[in-house]
């Protein structure tokens, strides 16, 4: 085992960032996946978009270029819980129905622009929801373990994640375990062939991909 | 029965004890056929996902809910992933019970567990060979801390064991090859800790089963640090049955390897009270096979070598061989843990590192050492390491787009984390039992797993956490937390006990040489044997201790005395 490892996924979670965490290390709610509803290709088109706002082409390639909006279908798919399924779906809608409101124009027909600004709007607001959903999740945690020191038994309730955190950290993932992510953007070496904990870093040096 | 089911000796089971027994005794001359229950695994040619790169994986290396639904036991921590899936056992085709949870991770192929171990490798030190005699827990070892040391010695240097002579007296110092260095961070803190506490803590390099120099005689290139050990290491630099015992073994003429073998039951002469074979099913035939030798070597990994035991011999001692003492089954450890504190360290911004080591830092023993006294008997030790966030940090204050990108490109702050590893003490009333009746898919009967910490390791843990804070803090890390991310027993992947080493046949299972009370051609060298766990990782004392009964019973097989 590489109790490292865990040690840093660990960490990670812990310290708020859920990014691949949650999927990495807990994805388990006991509710196998039955076959969910099923991504069109104007999905993945919207997915790509909706990943470059997050992650652009800037001086290195964005998400788009990384096929990122297939990638979220394929994780989404087989790897998500039947219930979040459901809300990533919805969420597809959602965000369509937020441009519409915010812009009166569909997410595709949008400019980047118009886009980054709603994405903006709603990255605070999954925020904001993600701190209510961690302390409700803390509190019913809570009265799960004093049920269990009493000898009972708790059904512990859960928030629903909210679908934008969802986008986002699909959006991340994606494209940093991506080739062109983890070389161009960040940088990765196969086979380092030694080891050096003193290396020089200077400020706009890459980051280690690190997987 | 035809000759060629016919051998010196039989080793069950392929991991690191097994791969051990099957070197040492076909190294001193003996013919020897090796049996085990899963697929075989070839060195480099098996390991399918050695040179992979993340984006290879179609989930990235995470998992999917069809695994989560195949994996019921695997999925509660970490092994369950895309990048190791075929270097566990299947969870559904092998079923156990659990009076009281239980999470059993097995590694049914050649090689076992030692495809995917942790490689951390400790000495248990004087005190721990004493502990039970001392405070009354379990029963005494029935070997001593001098018994074993020559044989560390030896197993540390064919193994290839990277560390440091620390010269500590609770971790004792071995054969080692150069350490790999700790980093920048790292070096600090250990420097802060000792001046600190004084000498009275350390905070020392992880020892571990990674070469940092070439074997070219065992044909292992040195450590290159991908840090994906776990997936097979292509250049042989960790060691495992593959990379080193199973070549040496076979290099010798007289090792025959059968996968698919499980074995069923030992086959027991009562005229001569000793072993004439084994029993095993073919896994792919589902025929039944005998095989007869001069001894048996069982290493089938804790809790199935005592499986074995108990359905072996049964006409004369219905709950097995070596159920005699009333202890076969009972006494089992693991080490409890997955808790301790984070923090971040300042001013290291213009320092990175380059490689990713396979080994990170460790925190012997300081609890109920020394002069320190506790409102619990034993201690537990520490590993960790510090490093620079990457790009799956939160950064809260950029929303996104070319912002957050930019931010995530670029490393974060320096974290450093350590997780406590606590003993377990051998508790009678931990057990495992023949479940009769639950069946696997080839009818042989499941165990039922009746294991729990108890106020020990509980009062142990709020020591575990609460030190691990204050320890952090001494060493200036900043806004140090703290974490407990459950433990429940198996979860350590350290089984040991149920059939117990002992100084009398009446409350243990197996002698000081690791025979079998009540057959002494039959040695048992894993888990099993362990009457403590101290808490240290184990696996270096198994392969001491395999290679010290190997010797034993060539030494008593030439003497006629098996």
């Known amino acids: 085992m590489e109790r490292r490892e865990l040690l840093k996924l660990i960490t990670v979670v812990t310290g708020g960032a859920l990014i691949g965490g949650e999927l990495f290390l807990t994805g388990c709610k006991n509710d196998p996946k039955?076959?969910?509803?099923?991504?069109?290709?104007?999905?993945?088109?919207?997915?790509?978009?909706?990943?470059?706002?997050?992650?652009?082409?800037?001086?290195?390639?964005?998400?788009?270029?990384?096929?990122?909006?297939?990638?979220?279908?394929?994780?989404?798919?087989?790897?998500?819980?039947?219930?979040?399924?459901?809300?990533?779906?919805?969420?597809?809608?959602?965000?369509?129905?937020?441009?519409?409101?915010?812009?009166?124009?569909?997410?595709?027909?949008?400019?980047?622009?118009?886009?980054?600004?709603?994405?903006?709007?709603?990255?605070?607001?999954?925020?904001?929801?993600?701190?209510?959903k961690s302390e409700f999740d803390r509190g019913e945690s809570a009265k799960a373990n004093e049920a269990k020191a009493n000898g009972q038994k708790y059904e512990k309730k859960t928030m629903d994640p909210h679908y934008f955190t969802m986008v986002k950290q699909l959006s991340i993932l994606g494209f940093f375990t991506s080739k062109t992510g983890a070389t161009e953007t960040l940088r990765h070496v196969a086979v380092p062939g030694k080891f050096d904990g003193n290396f020089p870093y200077k400020k706009g040096d890459k980051a280690w991909f690190e997987q | 029965m035809a000759d060629d089911n016919y051998f010196d000796a039989i080793v069950i089971g392929s991991g690191i004890s097994g791969g051990w027994a099957a070197k040492e005794l076909t190294e001193k001359g003996l013919s020897v056929i090796m049996l085990e229950r899963g697929r075989d695994i070839e060195h480099v040619k098996d390991y399918v996902n050695a040179n992979k790169e993340t984006w290879e994986f179609p989930h990235r290396g995470g998992r999917t809910q069809q695994m989560i639904e195949d994996y019921p036991v695997l999925k509660r921590d970490y092994p369950l992933n895309e990048t190791v899936l075929d270097m566990w056992a299947k969870d559904k085709e092998s079923p156990y019970t659990e009076t009281k949870?239980?999470?059993?991770?097995?590694?049914?192929?050649?090689?076992?567990?030692?495809?995917?171990?942790?490689?951390?490798?400790?000495?248990?030190?004087?005190?721990?060979?004493?502990?039970?005699?001392?405070?009354?827990?379990?029963?005494?070892?029935?070997?001593?801390?001098?018994?074993?040391?020559?044989?560390?010695?030896?197993?540390?240097?064919?193994?290839?064991?990277?560390?440091?002579?620390?010269?500590?007296?609770?971790?004792?110092?071995?054969?080692?090859?150069?350490?790999?260095?700790?980093?920048v961070v790292e070096k600090d803190v250990a420097a802060r800790i000792k001046a600190h506490y004084k000498g009275e803590r350390h905070f020392i390099m992880g020892r571990s089963a990674n070469i940092t120099q070439p074997k070219p005689e065992q044909n292992r290139l040195n450590c290159q640090y991908r840090n994906r050990c776990w997936r097979g290491c292509p250049y042989g630099a960790y060691f495992s049955t593959q990379s080193a015992t199973l070549p040496a073994a076979k290099a010798t003429k007289r090792l025959t390897v059968r996968p698919f073998s499980i074995v069923t039951k030992i086959l027991y002469d009562k005229n001569t009270k000793k072993a004439t074979g084994v029993e095993i099913l073919d896994a792919q035939t589902n025929k039944t096979v005998e095989y007869k030798s001069k001894i048996v070597f069982v290493n089938a990994s804790a809790f199935n070598s005592t499986w074995v035991l108990m359905n072996s011999a049964t006409d004369i001692w219905p709950d097995g061989l070596g159920s005699s003492s009333g202890e076969l089954g009972h006494n089992v450890m693991d080490h409890h843990f997955r808790l301790g504190a984070n923090g971040r360290a300042e001013g290291y911004d213009d320092k990175y590192m380059y490689g990713r080591r396979p080994s990170g830092i460790y925190v012997p023993r300081f609890r109920n050492w020394g002069s320190d006294t506790r409102d619990y008997v034993r201690g537990f030790g520490y590993q960790g390491s510090a490093s620079r966030t990457g790009w799956?940090?939160?950064?809260?204050?950029?929303?996104?787009?070319?912002d957050l990108k930019n931010a995530m490109s670029e490393p974060g702050d320096w974290n450093m984390g350590i997780m406590a590893f606590g003993e377990m003490l051998p508790y009678h009333e931990n057990r495992i039992k023949l479940n009769k009746d639950k069946k696997d898919k080839w009818g042989l009967p499941v165990l039922d797993m009746d294991v729990e910490i108890k106020d020990n390791e509980k009062k142990m843990r709020v020591d575990m956490m609460a030190d691990a804070k204050e320890m952090l803090e001494a060493a200036g890390l900043k806004d140090v937390h703290t974490y407990d991310s459950g433990y429940e027993p198996g979860m350590g992947i350290h089984e040991m006990g149920t059939a117990r080493m002992g100084r009398d046949p009446k409350t243990s299972v197996l002698n000081g040489n690791n025979q079998v009370w009540d057959a002494l051609n039959v040695f048992v060298t894993d888990g099993a044997a362990m009457t403590s766990a101290s808490c240290v990782n184990p696996s270096l004392t198994y392969m001491a201790m395999t290679a010290r009964a190997a010797d034993f019973a060539v030494s008593e097989l030439k003497k006629g005395n098996l």
């Open chain 2, 392 to 402: 799956s940090r939160d950064i809260a204050e950029v929303g996104i787009g070319a």
């Open chain 2, 101 to 183: 949870p239980f999470s059993w991770f097995r590694g049914y192929q050649v090689g076992g567990r030692s495809l995917t171990w942790g490689r951390q490798s400790y000495r248990l030190n004087e005190a721990d060979f004493e502990a039970n005699l001392k405070d009354g827990h379990g029963v005494d070892w029935p070997i001593r801390y001098k018994d074993l040391a020559s044989w560390y010695s030896y197993v540390e240097k064919f193994a290839g064991i990277q560390g440091n002579r620390d010269g500590l007296s609770v971790l004792p110092d071995g054969e080692y090859l150069p350490a790999i260095d700790m980093n």
């Open chain 1, 34 to 132: 039955i076959g969910g509803e099923a991504f069109t290709d104007e999905d993945i088109a919207f997915l790509d978009e909706a990943s470059e706002t997050i992650m652009p082409a800037t001086t290195t390639p964005g998400a788009k270029a990384a096929k990122t909006g297939l990638f979220m279908t394929v994780m989404v798919n087989d790897c998500y819980t039947k219930e979040d399924q459901k809300i990533f779906h919805s969420g597809i809608s959602k965000l369509n129905d937020a441009m519409e409101k915010k812009h009166k124009v569909s997410f595709m027909e949008a400019s980047p622009e118009q886009r980054k600004e709603l994405f903006n709007e709603l990255d605070k607001e999954a925020r904001e929801y993600a701190t209510k």
